[in-house]
């Protein structure tokens, strides 16, 4: 059995991962592929075997070549990273982090504008289970 996935992806991981999400399912050399910078093969391996280790891929033999799939969907991994990111750069508070986006200018007063009218509909999707906590508030 698989270890529940680490709670966030390096760099390179994310790149793998956003790889097979956006193919689905992929060999190795299809992820290879698909990187935004060329890798070695062997890298891209033992790229994906981590994954799998962590728990974010799975994979099944089909002749001779394995074809992984994600086992951890991109929203769940995005959750975890910010999760992180919050507690660890930001004491815990979405409202720190979103000030540190605005005064970077990352993020500008209209989109802040249309993220607010598009609110009601995101927490009607993004609706948490019980035990789910939120972190800042």
Same mark, same amino acid.
């Given at each position: 059995?698989?270890?529940p996935?680490?709670?966030?992806?390096?760099?390179?991981?994310?790149?793998?991962?956003?790889?097979?999400?956006?193919?689905?399912?992929?060999?190795a050399?299809?992820?290879?592929?698909?990187?935004?910078?060329?890798?070695?093969?062997?890298?891209?391996r033992?790229?994906?075997?981590?994954?799998?280790?962590?728990?974010?891929?799975?994979?099944?033999? $089909?002749?001779? =070549?394995?074809?992984?799939r994600?086992?951890?969907? @991109?929203?769940?991994?995005? +959750? %975890?990273?910010? !999760?992180?990111?919050?507690?660890?750069?930001?004491?815990?508070?979405?409202?720190?982090?979103?000030?540190?986006?605005i005064?970077?200018?990352?993020?500008?007063?209209?989109?802040l504008?249309a993220l $607010?009218?598009? =609110?009601?509909?995101?927490?009607?999707?993004?609706? @948490?289970?019980?035990?789910? +906590? %939120?972190?800042? !508030?």
């Open positions: 059995m698989a270890r996935p680490a709670e966030t992806l390096t760099g390179r991981e994310a790149q793998v991962m956003d790889a097979v999400w956006r193919l689905g399912e992929a060999t050399e299809k992820v290879r592929e698909a990187m935004p910078e060329p890798l070695h093969d062997s890298t891209v033992t790229l994906l075997r981590v994954l799998e280790s962590k728990g974010y891929l799975g994979h099944e033999a $089909r002749g001779k =070549a394995y074809v992984y994600a086992v951890v969907e @991109r929203t769940k991994a995005q +959750r %975890r990273a910010l !999760g992180s990111v919050l507690s660890r750069f930001f004491g815990g508070s979405a409202e720190d982090l979103v000030l540190r986006l005064e970077d200018e990352r993020i500008t007063p209209e989109q504008d $607010r009218r598009r =609110a009601p509909e995101a927490r009607g999707r993004g609706r @948490r289970r019980p035990g789910d +906590r %939120r972190t800042g !508030g």
